[in-house]
C-alpha cells in the first residue's frame, strides 16, 4: 500500500464501509475466453507550480518539463497511438518568471507542444484572475476539465471548463471527468463558486453511462477527498489526484466491503515535475464484446539525471528565459520593497499607476509589492518577482466617508491623498491640499486584490480596466532607463 503515510490508510480503512468502486479485475480461475487484449498508458504529474527548469538537490539535477517531455515521447514510441497525458493541476503559482510573466502561457505552449490530454485546474491557476485563465484555455490544444467551478457573469454563472470528455483510443473509449478546486476567501475567487461536487459527479457518470470502457477522475482536492470520493462515486475506475504534493510510490486501493473484486485506484505524483505518474492497463475483450480491465501496474518514475531533456521543448523554454533577460532599468542604488521615504519599489508602483491614471486616489495591497530593486540591472524576470499576481487595475467612484474608512484599516499604500492618522482616527484628510468633506465623490484606482484586503472597499461598484500593475511598473521603469534620470 501507501508507505509513510499510515495516517491516511488508517483513514481509508475507516472509510471502508463507505467505500465502493467499479474496476473489475479478472478473479482467479475465472475463464473470460478473451478475443483480444489491448494495452493503455495513463501518464501524469500534478502540482509542478510553473517549475518549468530542473533543481539541484543536494548535488543531483531533478526535474524539468523539457527532461518529462523526453520521458513521455520515449513511452509514446514504446506504445504508440496508446498513451493518455494528464495533469492534475496547480500549473502556476509559486512559480518561477517565466510563468509569471507570460501569465502561464508560456506553460501551456509547452504542454501543447508535448501534447498533453487533459487539465485540471488547480486553486494556484486561478491566482492570476479568472480572465487569465480563460484566455489560457482559449490557446490550450488539450481538454480543461473544471464543470465544478462557475464564472458569475452578469445574470449567468458559466463553468470554467467541461465537466467530461470521452477519448477514444485505439478501440478503447476512456471517460475523463475532473473536479476542480479554488479558494473561495482568495482574493481571485471573488466572481468564482463551487457547486456540489459529488452530486455533479455523479451526475456526470451516469452520462457517461454505457459509453466507456474506463472512468478516471482528473481531482484536485487532495488525497483525503480523493479517498472519501472513491467510496462515494460509483463508476470511477482510477484517481489522478494533486493538491496535497503526495508521492505514492503505490497506489491506495480502495475496495468494496462485500469482498467482491471491483476496486478504484488512487495515484498522485508529488510535485514540480519530480516524478512522472504512469498506471499500465491490460484490457481483454469478454464475449459479450466488452472490454474489462485484467491487469493494472502502477508506479512513479523519477524526472532526474541521466534523462536528457526533449531538445525541441528545451529550446523554446531557453528562448522563454532569454526575452527575460533584457534589460530595462539600472538601479545605482539598492531599493527596497518598502519603508520611510520616496525611494521604494511600493512608491514606484504607486507612480507607474499615477501616470496612466492622473488625477486619482491610487490604493494597493501591501502584499502587491513582493521584493526588492538590487543594485544593478533591472531585467523583466526582477518584475514577475516585484509582483508576481498580474493584478488588474480597476477603478471606482467612492465618498469621503468611504475613503476615510479605507485609510483607517493597515497594510494599504496610498498616493494622491494626505491625511494623519492615530490608530484608526482618521484626520486632516485633504486631496490637491483641499479638506475632503464625507459625501465629495472621489475617483479612485485600485489593484484587484484590495477589494479582498480591505473590508472598506469589499462591496464598492468598479470597474475593470485593461491595465495590469506588472506592465505598468514595466513600462514605468523603462521611461526611467530611457531617461537616463535619476529615481524622482
Known sequence: MLRGSRKLLILGTMLLALLAGTL???????SLQPSSQEHLVILHVNDTHGRLSPRTVKGRSLGGIARMASMVKQIRRENPGRVLLLHAGDVFSRAGSVTNYYGGAANFDLMNRIGFDALVPGNGDYYFGINNLRQRIAEAKFTILAGNIFQTVGQK?????KDFVVKNIGPLRIGLLGLSFMRPGHPSSRNLRTGHNIDLARDWIAKMDGQTDLVVLLSHLGLPADIMLAGLLNGVNIVVGGHTHNILAE?????????SPDKTYIVQAGEYYRYLGRVDLTFTRSDDKSW?????TCQLIPISEPVVADAEIAKRLAEYKSSLSEVIYRAHESIPAHGPGENTVANLALKAIGQEFPSSVIVLDRGAIRARIAKGNVTLANISRIHPWRNQILTATITGSQLRQALAEPNLLWSGVNFQRHSTQ????QIDGSEVSDDQEIQLVLGEYVLSKCKALSNIKYQGTSQRLDALLEAYLRRLGQSAKPLP
Open 292 to 296: 474489462r480491465v485484467t491487469d493494472i
Open 426 to 429: 482618521i484626520s486632516d484628510l
Open 251 to 259: 497506489p491506495i486501493i480502495i475496495r468494496h466491503p462485500d469482498g
Open 157 to 161: 454563472s458559466e463553468p470554467v471548463g
Open 24 to 30: 473489475t479485475l479478472q478473479a482467479a480461475g475465472e
